[in-house]
């Protein structure tokens, strides 16, 4: 036999795709009734530059700080880069951590208020892990509707029996809480629900997991650099940071322009994490690149603390002019009801040069499609006025407002 004939040989076996596939068929019909429900995504929109440039105006991503593209974040990440190489290598317990992720996790810790962090490769991975790691089959989760699809899925695989409130009903969690039958119950939560930017009632739930001997995790992604003094997060505004039986989750993605998810707790939960949280075990460790920029994004934060106040002040003009509540975080959510109709409304958007959200079934409820605008703390006066009129045109033009 020659070496090609061997080659060939060992060949994944080649069939013409011409309909013949029965065990995947479903696939067509699924997504033409996907097509039909105006519920059909696009992953081709992509940006050309940064936050402002030929690409429009984003509002869009949740740079919420503008810290994505700042020269001392970019700088950051570059020192990392050309110190540590392009990737961690391996995961966190091999040969995957460098001192800049020990460094960034202790100085994120203490600006939070917390004694010790844990850094995963996203905040997707940190929800998961620390959920999984904490509660298991035989214990109970009670979910408050509004959490993020990674603490969802959290509760999936951890096995344990979960059990879903309305949003922000504290009293609902008090009860499932007294009437378990569970010693370990865990309660999980957004600190600042992603959709529409409204808080959560965190320390109602903190109280009410502490009368019922449970324990809560709170994810503070879109809380970080946007609410609490200094933009510590909601849970350092409602005097909670550090407290007992309290676990925050963040990400690295938002406010602080980088990537990598992270665990806040005490030494104790750190510890467990390392040991249990399969997301940080198996997966490799943040590219260096990424830590080094998030540890200068924080340095930033640090140093300008009036950067959380000029991110509200551009959300409350930014919502004024478009009609809408004043917004309690950086997220003005624009419902307009048909997905069809919404997607129209963020293509004409995007045509006049302007980048937003589009929030569709499953991300939001049927009926309730909606333009999601994520504001800046960078933007001036104009180009917000200037955004606010294009967002008016778009909606007007399906029939909205």
């Not at 068929?25 to 039909?36: F, N, P, S, V, Y």
């Not at 200068?296 to 919502?319: E, F, I, S, W």
Request: negative net charge; hydrophobic residues 45%; glycine residues 10%.
């Amino acid at each position: 036999m020659s070496v090609d004939e061997v080659i060939v040989s060992a060949e994944a076996p080649r069939h013409s795709n011409t309909g013949e596939d029965r065990a995947l068929a479903w696939l067509t019909a699924d997504a033409a009734i996907r097509e039909e429900r105006g519920v059909h995504r696009d992953p081709l929109i992509r940006r050309t530059t940064g936050s402002v440039g030929a690409a429009g105006i984003n509002l869009a991503s949740n740079d919420y700080l503008g810290l994505s593209t700042d020269a001392r974040v970019v700088a950051g990440a570059r020192d990392a880069l050309e110190r540590w190489g392009a990737g961690a290598t391996a995961s966190r317990l091999v040969v995957g951590t460098t001192e800049l992720h020990i460094d960034f996790e202790q100085q994120l810790a203490d600006f939070m208020g917390f004694p010790a962090a844990l850094l995963f490769s996203s905040g997707y991975l940190a929800n998961v892990g620390a959920i999984t790691a904490l509660v298991g089959r035989g214990d109970l989760i009670v979910s408050d509707s509004g959490a993020h699809a990674s603490l969802i899925d959290g509760c999936r695989l951890s096995r344990a029996r979960v059990v879903v409130v309305d949003r922000g009903d504290h009293e609902a969690i008090r009860t499932i809480l007294r009437d378990r039958t569970e010693e370990r119950a865990l309660v999980v939560t957004d600190a600042v629900y992603s959709i529409d930017g409204r808080l959560a009632p965190i320390a109602e739930f903190y109280a009410a997991t502490r009368d019922h001997g449970a324990a809560l995790i709170v994810d503070e992604a879109h809380g970080l650099g946007v609410r609490g003094p200094g933009g510590r997060g909601l849970v350092a505004e409602a005097g909670l940071a550090g407290a007992p039986d309290l676990i925050v989750t963040t990400v690295c993605s938002k406010s602080l322009g980088s990537q990598g998810g992270v665990v806040l707790g005490s030494h104790v939960v750190r510890s467990h994490l390392i040991d249990r949280a399969r997301s940080f075990i198996f997966d490799t460790g943040l590219a260096p690149a990424a830590v080094g920029g998030a540890r200068a994004a924080l340095a930033v934060l640090q140093g300008d603390p009036t950067l959380p106040r000029r991110l509200h002040a551009n959300a409350a003009r930014l919502a004024d002019r478009c009609g809408a509540p004043e917004p309690e975080s950086a997220v003005i959510s624009l419902v307009v009801g048909d997905p069809h109709a919404a997607v129209a409304a963020a293509a004409r958007c995007r045509q006049q040069g302007v980048l937003v959200g589009c929030f569709r079934p499953p991300s939001v409820p049927i009926g309730t499609s909606r333009l999601r605008l994520t504001v800046r703390a960078d933007l001036d006066p104009a180009t917000l006025d200037h955004v606010a009129e294009i967002v008016c045109a778009a909606l007007e033009s399906q029939g909205v407002r």
